[in-house]
């Protein structure tokens, strides 16, 4: 196993924060440098999603589309068959919201390997309401045959991660968000493509979290450990191909199963888990997120707390869950 | 690829494509007639005297690039690939058909020599666009050319206009698009369905230089192109005025005749036709 190593100061009021895109954008800067195939195309939201950096560093290797998402993606094949290796940037709610079909026959069904990079994804966008609050692109990417879908913790795995994607040659979805969120592992932390890993370990229930979620995974159980529930936390940022090794170790270990993604759980990440635990280790799961309904405006602390996704949230809804499922608990 | 074909056999070579689209859509049991019938002159010329292209090295570093953007007329394209030898003639009988390489939309992966997957309208042009943005702007590559055909219902799509700013945004030179203009779709008549109304204005407003032309006539297929390779600060695009179902005369003109195959009595009917064609030249040279 991996040894992944924590941010020591994960649980100190001062902990560092950072926006998950921005460590996108410092990766694709040093791809950029590590290989000039590298190419950023942008559609109008250049400094949000963080393209900036690379723009200024390689202006040749910038290429501006427009408000044209459906341009975007199918440009960006384009420039794949064409040898370059094309990182396409948007907001998710736009791409893949708004081009979809594009990104399947022209990419995925096509194998170029253009990487989809989908900042302010989940309810974090806040006061911009519903239509940019993203929460179905998990289930719609992960759907796709041929397609990588990553979600990293932080921006620190978010650097790794890009550097990753920008060397797969395959088509690959980065899930990223806006809002500063604490910094979970370290520059040492190991990442790979495929990979989850197990961030504490414990023996009564499994949490796993993808995204944002996993550090609000790693407060819940710490508030359980004070009423005594020994809680194990599996970070879980590539959704496929999705680590079905260790998440069937850890469920074998604890008898029971949370997943948590700040997005719909009907097809998304604890869609994901459901299916290799139904079909492997039947276990008892509970999956929190979003429960098929759309988010609204507001600051994003305020929906994170309506939506029951932070970690006290999560600690209460495991605790219930514990007590509910006991019959279940396997001895190790 | 070696020596040129005379305007006569390319004329030839389109007669046979045809009767190999007749040939194929008969053995699959469906497909798009009209359109591939129409664009057999276009892709005739371009297997055979415009693209830069070598059937037994398709990725051969240095070749242009087609992309087929209405992906429902590969069956012309197959027949000019299989007619320029990229694979057997027999394999064109496979189309549709389960385990072929010869998809009933274009598949890349599937076969050499294809460079794109299209189907689902209005993607072809930005994907040129973006092989031609890198050869111009990347690449420091100026001797090869980006051709993609469009159909005209095609063009009710928005990406394709998205993709029309950017290409006139940046003045993609290498790109050459053709507009398949036959005017019909599968709900019927272009101008019915949804009027495109100015068609070379439209494309000269986004600022790309238009050359109109019978896309049936060879001579104009070569001369256009020969142009676009001269207009050296934007993207051309030849608005091809094609018959759909060219060649035989029961489906010219008739939009039924989009998405069916002919039956076997059909076809015997749309061969014969095709041959006698053929036969007339042969006396009239």
Known sequence: MNQYIINPNIFDTDVELDTIRSGFGRGLKKAGELDNKVVALSADLTDSTQVGLFRDAFPNRFIQVGIAEQNLVTVASGLASAGKIPFASSYAAFSPGRNWEQIKTTIALNEQPVKIVASHAGLGVGPDGATHQMLEDIAMMRVMPNMIVIAPGDSIEAEKATLAIAKNNKPSYLRLAREKTPIISTNESPFEIGKAYILREGYDVSLMGTGTMTYQLLVAANILSNHGINAEVVHVPTIKPIDGDIILTSARRTGRVVTAEEAQIAGGFGGAVAEILSEKLPTPLLRIGVHDRYGESGQPSELIEHFGLTGEHIARKVEDFVRNTSQYHREY | MGGKLTIEQLQLKANDMRQDVIHMLSAAGSGHTAGSLGMADILATLYFDILNIDPKNPDWADRDIFFLSNGHTVPIQYAAMAEAGFFDKNELLTLRKFGSRLQGHPERIKLPGLENTSGPLGSGLSQASGYAYSLQYLDNCKHRFVYTIMGDGELDEGNVWEAAMFAGKYKLSQLIAFVDRNNIQIDGNTEDVMPLGDLCGKWRSFGW?????????????????????????????????????????????????????????????????LSKEVELKDKSS
């Open chain 2, 209 to 273: 230089h238009v050359i109109e032309i019978d896309g049936n006539n060879i001579k104009s297929i070569i001369d256009a192109v020969k142009l676009a390779k001269a207009i050296t600060n934007r993207p051309t695009i030849i608005i091809a005025n094609t018959i759909p179902g060219k060649g035989v005369d029961f489906m010219e003109y008739d939009y039924k005749w989009h998405g069916v195959a002919p039956n076997n009595d059909q076809s015997k009917i749309a061969l014969e036709e």
